[in-house]
């Protein structure tokens, strides 16, 4: 009789399998090109790599440049190695721009899911895999719009998984040099993992030898590879960090940026107080932040989802310690622990948030997976295995409504953005303010963040390098001070001439009915006009022009 009923289970489980994946491509593709709007950081990134595409350099005008110097403090070019191919063939738009950054996401689900299968034999113990992936909360919000460094983690798990495979299904020595080569390009990924692969390749090494995987001198051989592979960063690590370089410098055909805006805001400081105290603190913030839910950052976490729900920590605590007979298995786990534990110094000196501290998201949503394959072996009840599976469901589901506003369609940063706040634009929502300036070259446009809504200008309408600094006060490439183009930074308000336009929220103006005109609550030297109102950075906003 179970030789019958068994077929028929494991055609139920690859069902549901199928099914529950199904649903979870068309919930992250639900209007993916239009929530979140388009994060400043985002848009920064798709200017790059659209100057790329159009003119063969980036915004600056750099030709292969080793890093993306950006108007904000730079940003990886790894991530621009997937999306440029796509953008080249299919063109610009947000639905194009994010969905390389979509598919990668779900094929690292579906390969971790048969990678599962293909360990344990047992398709339950894919279908609960695929089911710690599919509802994790932070695999969801990152999937959906593109930052730099969060391809970084992507790439990574994808070679650890070909190690995982080199030492146990192929066992090949090549397979696993390569698998080490995919990650040591993840230095090419984000800035955080040029202190963070150095740590995990030491302890990598160490454990391939330990377990008689890799030899001394096969170790030193694989090292000079990588250090082949990432010397162009080193060297521009070097420039940057200790020759402070101010102007662009060439390695072989690639070009090294000066990096006046380094990325060492994302370090605690290191000569301010008492540092030991400062390094603890950092790292219980950090932990606080994991075990509650959210790193109040509103574009990376819906409080109290995190980046998994936080009392699931206890079943990845048991998918990281618990006994494991599998060997496949136990070495995929030691792969995804050591992982984690190469990550620890870094806590103590990269300010936590859920983006700075990435490396650890997979790995932990995977080690999920795992822990609730070990408590289901240990389940008799059938009863309490359907709430195994099930609970993960419903607080999904509770995740999903908050994401999308609720019945009630109430506003959240990723349906509405921040009031005034320029983290996030919807670009239909930019697009009448940038039709009115087209339309009105003549007259300047004053309006308020200047040096934060330029970048969004220019996805919507890009520009050459040339051409930037023609636009820019401040050269190509950078974040405007005061001019770029008509566009006026607001604190020059006084300067403002008669016909010009004022961008301005609605709750600033004052109507004044014995003039028949609006003045701003700032100043009541001017008059103006309503020429447009529209909803913009999640408030009312407005086009006058100044009559008087």
């Known amino acids: ?90 063109g610009f738009s947000i639905a194009t721009w994010r969905f390389p950054f979509l598919l990668i996401n779900l094929l690292l689900i579906l390969s971790l899911t048969i990678l599962t299968v293909v360990f344990t034999k047992k398709l339950v113990a894919g279908l609960l895999m695929e089911l710690s992936l599919i509802t994790a909360p932070w695999i969801y919000l990152s999937a959906r719009w593109v930052l730099d460094c969060n391809i970084a983690p992507l790439v990574f798990m994808f070679g650890l998984m070909g190690i995982a495979i080199s030492l146990t299904i192929l066992k090949s020595k090549l397979c696993l040099i390569l698998s080490l080569l995919v990650i040591a390009l993840t230095a090419y990924g984000y800035v955080a993992f040029w202190l963070y692969l150095p740590i995990f390749l030491i302890c990598l090494f160490g454990y391939l030898w330990r377990q008689k995987f890799l030899s001394l001198r096969e170790i030193l051989f694989v090292s000079f590879l990588i ?165 993960p469901l419903m607080v999904f589901a509770l995740f999903i409504n908050s994401y999308y506003g609720g019945f009630k369609q109430q506003n959240t940063y990723f349906n509405n953005g921040i009031k005034n706040d320029y983290s996030s634009v919807r670009l239909q929502d930019m697009k009448p303010l940038v039709t009115m300036v087209q339309k009105n070259p003549q007259h300047d446009f004053y309006i308020s963040g200047l040096s934060n809504i330029f970048v969004f200008f220019k996805t919507i309408n890009p520009v050459s390098p040339h051409q930037d600094a023609q636009l ?59 020429k447009k109102c529209w909803n913009f950075l999640a408030t009312k906003y407005t086009i006058m022009q100044r009559i008087k």
């Open 1 to 90: 009789m179970k030789q019958l009923l068994a077929p028929k289970r494991q055609k139920l489980l690859l069902f549901f399998m199928i099914f529950f994946f199904g649903i979870y491509i068309m919930l992250l593709f639900y209007k993916y090109y239009q929530q979140p709007g388009l994060f400043i950081d985002e848009s920064a990134y798709a200017n790059e790599i659209n100057s790329i595409i159009r003119y063969g350099c980036d915004t600056h005008g750099y030709y292969h440049p080793v890093y993306f110097q950006g108007p904000y403090g730079g940003q990886s070019i790894l991530g621009s190695w997937f999306i440029i191919p796509w953008l080249k063939i299919f």
């Open 227 to 391: 250090g082949l592979l990432v010397l162009p960063l080193v060297i521009f690590a070097y420039e940057v960090n200790i020759k402070k370089i101010l102007t662009a410098q060439k390695f072989l055909w690639l070009t090294l940026p000066p990096l006046p805006g380094n990325r060492v805001t994302s370090l605690i400081n290191f000569h301010k107080g008492n540092l030991l105290l400062t390094m603890i603190n950092n790292c219980l913030l950090g932990w606080k932040q994991y075990l509650f839910g959210s790193d109040n950052s509103p574009w990376n976490s819906i409080q109290p989802y995190g980046i998994m729900f936080p009392p699931f920590f206890i079943i990845a605590a048991v998918g990281a310690w618990g006994k494991i007979k599998n060997h496949p298995l136990a070495l995929w786990r030691s792969l995804l622990n050591l992982s984690i534990l190469s990550f620890v110094p870094l806590m103590f000196i990269v300010k936590p948030n859920y983006n700075h501290w990435n490396a650890l998201n997979w790995p932990l949503i995977v080690l999920l997976g795992i822990g609730a394959m070990l408590i289901w072996e240990n389940l008799n009840k059938q009863k309490l295995k359907l709430l195994l599976v099930g609970i």
């Open 472 to 530: 820019s006060d401040q050269g190509k490439g950078e974040a405007p001070r005061f001019r770029y183009g008509n566009l006026v930074d607001y604190q020059h308000l006084s300067k403002i001439k008669l016909h010009d336009y004022l961008v301005i929220p609605y709750s600033d103006l004052s109507w004044q009915s014995d003039l028949q005109s609006y003045q701003t609550k700032i100043t009541h030297a001017q008059q103006f006009k309503l």
